[in-house]
């Protein structure tokens, strides 16, 4: 931007055209940064993160891993086999340490101890398959480890090193504190650089990469490579995050990192340190979200629970747990979603006796469940539902979107079902209905409708009629595919 007159008072010296733009850009860098350090402040922005890093580096440590790697059995992929240059190709990876010998390959990670005597945490991928561990300290000095347990869920390992003095740790915090927009600092070795410091944000809670029992914190300190395992501080020096993952297009930090919340970590650490694997209570049912036509088709005022779809033997069934009710409340915590209620079942003590909030036909029920243990339960299989009567004369039709035909034992050996499996299987569906954007597919079963067992067209026919009485907007089916169940709100307006 140019000045818009050079004249000036006689009493102040002339100044020339170029040096008054130099002046103005000047001021204008100093207002912005002016401007920055005012926003910093009103963020709360340390003057330094310094003695927050001197205070906690001792407890951050360096983890080197050592795996024996079985060698090549021949110069497989290089020439065929018979040919007259395998001996030769051979002897040369032989010259080249190449050949059958076993060879070591090493990896870097990162972790922290969290007591005096030695325990630390780190993830799970940093030391799997390892058969040396070796931690370095931030001080000097290096000490053997040895693992006392794993968690693949949640991708955190705890192990143990025998020091001759106490050593330095660090905390675990609160992380259902930490605010999106708080200042967290991260620690670790990214890409075997040695011990390093980033800062950042909270850019997001409650993420979810892949995992059943994820709770990630998303932050931008900068989490590369070899940072796998460290600890997210917040400005206190407490252990708010295990940094596990980051997204990058290119395999470097972009601002985008993830580090697995405190509360998750801690309960693992606690049940590997007892009993050297995870011990995660078990309800026994399977669930869904509760979607607003699906609440809708329920007459349930909100979307709020856990839609139960099925219930096989166990815990759930044992206490008088039903499909389709509506889970709550568990444990005196209310049950947002499907996701919240895996977590606080996983969280809670196996063999407790818990109080469970079902809505069960508009009234709500407590139940008493005394939950089993999930890694013993896990590939319970479902019972099929009791055979009844087939009907005598196959029918087809088309309702709904959804051409469907009532089982028959052709049927059962077609789909590989179960003799007694019972219920309408769908032949096609209509790809511009509603039922194929919501995804039905052919050969899925119709088990219920309404809410009512379903056998035949009449029987799918009544529920759409009584639905309609009722003023429903839609009809909820229980459909399963491959065994499993899960409920589908379909709106009414269809024939």
């Given amino acids: 931007m140019r000045p818009q007159s050079t004249a000036v008072?006689?009493?102040?010296?002339?100044?020339?055209?170029?040096?008054?733009?130099?002046?103005?850009?000047?001021?204008?860098?100093?207002?912005?940064?002016?401007?920055?350090?005012?926003?910093?402040?009103?963020?709360?922005?340390?003057?330094?993160f310094a003695d927050l890093a001197q205070r906690v580096s001792p407890a951050v440590v360096n983890i080197t891993t050592s795996t024996t790697v079985a060698g090549r059995t021949g110069p497989q992929g290089i020439v065929p086999d018979g040919s007259p240059f395998q001996d030769f190709f051979r002897e040369f990876q032989d010259r080249?340490?190449?050949g059958d010998r076993p060879r070591r390959s090493s990896a870097l990670g990162s972790g922290f101890v969290i007591s005096e005597d030695g325990f630390v945490v780190?993830?799970?991928?940093?030391?799997?398959?390892?058969?040396?561990?070796?931690?370095?300290?931030?001080?000097?000095?290096?000490?053997?480890?040895?693992?006392?347990?794993?968690?693949?869920?949640?991708?955190?390992?705890?192990l143990k090193v025998t020091a001759d003095r106490p050593l330095p740790f660090v905390s675990f915090g609160d992380s259902d504190t930490a605010r999106v927009g708080d200042w967290v600092m991260a620690m670790g070795n990214p890409l075997g650089q040695g011990f390093s410091v980033s800062a950042g944000i909270v850019s997001a809670r409650n993420r979810e990469l892949s995992g059943t029992y994820d709770d990630y914190i998303q932050t931008d300190a900068a989490i590369n490579r070899g940072n796998s395992g460290g600890p997210l501080f917040n400005m206190d020096g407490q252990v708010i995050g295990v940094n596990?993952?980051?997204?990058?297009?290119?395999?470097?930090?972009?601002?985008?990192?993830?580090?697995?919340?405190?509360?998750?970590?801690?309960?693992?650490?606690?049940?590997?340190?007892?009993?050297?694997?995870?011990?995660?209570?078990?309800?026994?049912?399977?669930?869904?979200?509760?979607?607003?036509?699906v609440a809708e088709a329920m007459g349930l005022a909100s979307t709020d629970g856990a839609l139960v779809t099925d219930v096989p033997?166990?815990?759930?069934?044992?206490?008088?747990?039903?499909?389709?009710?509506?889970?709550?409340?568990?444990?005196?915590?209310?049950?947002?979603?499907?996701?919240?209620?895996?977590?606080?079942v996983g969280n809670t003590a196996v063999g407790k006796t818990v109080r469970v909030l079902v809505n069960r036909e508009g009234k709500t029920h407590t139940l008493k469940v005394t939950l089993g243990r999930r890694e013993t339960s896990e590939g319970t299989a479902v019972p099929a539902s009791?055979?009844?009567d087939e009907p005598a004369e196959p029918e087809e039709a088309t309702i709904l979107g959804l051409t469907i035909e009532p089982m028959s034992d052709a049927l059962r050996e077609e789909l590989n079902l179960a003799a007694s499996a019972e219920g309408l299987v769908v032949r096609d569906v209509d790809r511009v209905s509603e039922a194929y954007e919501k995804g039905l597919r052919a050969q899925d079963?119709?088990?219920?409708?309404?809410?009512?067992?379903?056998?035949?067209?009449?029987?799918?026919?009544?529920?759409?009629?009584?639905?309609?009485?009722?003023?429903?907007?839609?009809?909820?089916?229980?459909?399963?595919?491959?065994?499993?169940?899960?409920?589908?709100?379909?709106g009414l307006d269809e024939d």
């Fill in 386 to 388: 009791q055979p009844m």
């Fill in 122 to 158: 780190t993830n799970n991928h940093v030391i799997e398959g390892a058969d040396e561990i070796t931690i370095e300290f931030f001080e000097g000095g290096e000490l053997a480890a040895e693992v006392i347990g794993t968690d693949p869920k949640t991708d955190i390992a705890l």
């Fill in 96 to 98: 080249n340490g190449q």
């Fill in 445 to 490: 079963v119709i088990t219920e409708a309404g809410q009512q067992k379903v056998t035949s067209i009449s029987d799918l026919n009544d529920q759409i009629e009584a639905a309609r009485e009722a003023g429903r907007k839609s009809l909820l089916l229980l459909v399963r595919r491959a065994g499993d169940p899960r409920f589908v709100a379909l």
């Fill in 313 to 344: 033997e166990g815990p759930a069934a044992e206490a008088g747990m039903k499909a389709r009710d509506v889970i709550v409340e568990f444990d005196g915590r209310k049950v947002t979603d499907t996701r919240a209620l895996v977590r606080q």
């Fill in 244 to 293: 596990t993952a980051i997204l990058s297009p290119t395999g470097g930090s972009i601002g985008i990192g993830f580090s697995m919340a405190s509360n998750v970590v801690t309960n693992v650490v606690e049940q590997l340190k007892q009993f050297g694997e995870t011990r995660r209570g078990w309800l026994g049912v399977r669930i869904q979200d509760v979607t607003d036509d």
């Fill in 9 to 48: 008072d006689q009493t102040v010296p002339a100044v020339h055209p170029a040096r008054l733009r130099h002046l103005w850009m000047a001021g204008v860098t100093l207002m912005f940064i002016l401007a920055q350090a005012m926003t910093a402040a009103a963020r709360g922005a340390p003057e330094s």
